[in-house]
């Protein structure tokens, strides 16, 4: 079955605290892997791509095929980093549908 | 940067009516999908659109659902008989082409509220 566990609602860190969200899959095949954010009243943003290897706003996520994770990191928090973020699995279907499966979420406090 | 707009924000509608959700994709993608988010509860896909026609669609998106791409730059979400448990957020979302992991870009979503 296909399905991604973020298993924490909500993670509330100090200002300056590195962040770790986790995510885990559950896919046959091999997975492409993304974190979306979503900031108050705001639409879902992509913020990294497992294929990109980057890091977007100081949040690395790194694919590990082995535990079947991609979790987001930060070393250092900001105030601003507050918001909903959504762990996705893109499920290929013939190579054509690449339909989004989402986590539940973890939303991310981050106190002054 | 492009962004993908969806219409109304808000939509309130009497249980049994029909709804008609619309969204206008980027412009050169080819790939088009609804999802939804019912309050508290994870985003879950609905239905894929491409080439003038569904791809996939969910267990969700039964016979009381339906999409249109009916002039080429809208792409609709017509719910028919609507119920209450049709209460939920229902995102637009596109992707330029395939061969390779594209991201999808989202709108801002419709908050479809049925009385």
């Known amino acids: 079955a296909q399905r991604v566990t973020q298993p924490e609602k909500l993670l509330s860190v100090f200002k300056g605290a590195p962040v770790e969200l986790k995510c885990n899959y559950s896919y046959s095949g091999s997975p492409e892997l993304f974190w979306y954010v979503q900031y108050s009243r705001q639409r879902l943003q992509l913020l990294l791509r497992?294929?990109s290897r980057e890091s977007i706003k100081g949040f690395t996520a790194d694919l590990n095929k082995g535990e079947t994770s991609f979790h987001l990191k930060k070393p250092f928090a900001q105030e601003e980093d507050s918001a909903m973020y959504y762990c996705?699995?893109?499920?290929?279907?013939?190579?054509?549908?690449?339909?989004?499966?989402f986590g539940t979420g973890t939303l991310l406090a981050v106190q002054p | 940067e492009p962004e993908v707009t969806q219409t109304p924000s808000h939509q309130v509608t009497q249980m049994g009516q029909e709804v008609i959700l619309r969204c206008v994709p980027i412009s050169n993608h080819l790939y088009f999908y609804w999802y939804r988010q019912i309050l508290g509860q994870k985003v879950e896909f609905l239905v894929s659109?491409?080439?003038?026609?569904?791809?996939?669609k969910s267990e969700i998106f039964d016979d009381q659902f339906s999409v249109e791409r009916p002039d080429g730059s809208n792409f609709t979400l017509k719910i028919r008989s609507t119920k209450l448990e049709d209460s939920a957020m229902y995102f637009c979302?596109?992707?330029?082409?395939?061969?390779?992991?594209?991201?999808?870009?989202f709108g801002d979503g419709t908050r479809l509220s049925i009385l």
């Open positions: 659109f491409y080439n003038n026609e569904i791809s996939e």
């Open positions: 497992h294929i």
């Open positions: 996705a699995l893109s499920a290929r279907r013939g190579g054509a549908t690449n339909k989004l499966i």
């Open positions: 979302a596109s992707r330029h082409r395939d061969g390779g992991p594209q991201p999808q870009h």
